[in-house]
């Protein structure tokens, strides 16, 4: 189908900033932690929003719709190519999935390339997927794009521990950027391929295995034993296609797997649901998937 109206008219006003590609690391960082406006007015109802400190000295946040201590944990790992993105940038955002799902989410503040590369940030993951694993309350882990990556390698790393699921939203999982919606996507709709290409670099540093299945998920070989899992992806992405294709993979190993293409989507759709009715609504069918999975 065509461009959703509103995509369409936020692609429109977005030609007036510069492009991406023209961003250092730093501007980069900013420009994403400005984009937390698309996310809409930050929710007043929360019991309370505490930023504290997980092993290793990983820093998070976490929001409490309630006074519950033992209501379930959603992991969260933001998104942002590897080099960007923190606590600030996806705080409506994580605010506004506690209320809907009724879970406490922990954002995780993970470290960012150039500064830390690849396996810095995935260690992070595990570190934090072990700490919530240790709380003794229903657990799941969800992230967006590069955020996606790391709730998939960890999910794999730490498949039958007790997680009771992973969503994935148009996970950045293979390296090799080799899928169809790669060329199909690669400038016009938001983040494209010269921009995801970027992040890869940013992380990975030469590392000489685009394959290795802690950087790149979508080869690992076996996925047999992994959390039920929420694939979500857009249609006007060039990460569609490597999404979908981990989905399968999920599948034929055995898994339960939910997965939703969102018609008329571009990359980063889902941070905006202040700006966009398509966000909201894929919103919501995390929020019910979580409450399903960890009530």
């Known amino acids: 189908m065509p461009l959703d109206p509103e995509v369409a008219a936020l692609l429109e006003r977005q030609k007036s900033l510069p492009p991406r590609s023209a961003l250092d690391v730093a501007?980069?960082?900013?420009?994403?932690?400005?984009?937390?406006?698309?996310?809409?007015?930050?929710?007043s109802t929360l019991a309370r929003v505490e930023d504290i400190e997980l092993p290793t000295r990983l820093r998070?946040?976490?929001?409490?719709?309630?006074?519950?201590?033992?209501?379930?944990?959603?992991?969260?790992?933001?998104?942002?190519?590897?080099?960007?993105?923190?606590?600030?940038?996806?705080?409506?955002?994580?605010?506004?999935?506690?209320?809907?799902?009724?879970?406490?989410?922990?954002?995780?503040?993970?470290?960012?390339?150039?500064?830390?590369?690849?396996?810095?940030?995935?260690?992070?993951?595990?570190?934090?997927?072990?700490?919530?694993?240790?709380?003794?309350?229903?657990?799941?882990?969800a992230g967006d794009s590069a955020g996606a990556n790391l709730v998939a390698v960890a999910a794999l790393a730490r498949r039958s521990s007790g997680l009771r699921c992973q969503i994935l939203i148009y996970p950045m999982i293979d390296a090799t950027c080799s899928s169809a919606s790669f060329d199909d996507y690669a400038e016009g709709y938001g983040p494209g391929a010269g921009d995801m290409k970027r992040g890869w670099a940013e992380y990975l540093a030469g590392a000489s295995d685009l394959r290795d299945p802690v950087a790149s998920p979508l080869y690992a070989g076996d996925t047999g034993g992994s959390p039920p899992a929420f694939v979500l992806t857009a249609e006007y992405d060039t990460l569609r296609d490597e999404g979908e294709a981990y989905a399968r993979k999920l599948i034929e190993s055995g898994n339960l797997v939910q997965v939703r293409r969102y018609a008329g989507a571009i990359h980063g759709f889902f941070t905006m649901p202040g700006t966009l009715g398509v966000a909201r609504e894929?919103?919501?069918?995390?929020?019910?998937?979580?409450?399903?999975?960890?009530?």
């Open 27 to 43: 501007a980069t960082r900013e420009a994403l932690r400005r984009a937390n406006a698309l996310a809409g007015e930050p929710p």
């Open 60 to 141: 998070a946040r976490q929001y409490w719709p309630t006074t519950d201590e033992r209501q379930p944990i959603v992991l969260y790992f933001h998104g942002g190519r590897f080099f960007s993105g923190d606590l600030d940038s996806h705080d409506t955002l994580c605010r506004r999935l506690a209320i809907e799902s009724e879970c406490r989410v922990v954002a995780v503040d993970y470290r960012l390339a150039p500064e830390h590369r690849f396996p810095a940030a995935a260690e992070d993951a595990c570190c934090a997927v072990d700490w919530v694993l240790q709380q003794g309350v229903p657990a799941g882990i």
């Open 282 to 295: 894929a919103l919501r069918d995390v929020a019910e998937f979580l409450r399903c999975r960890l009530s």
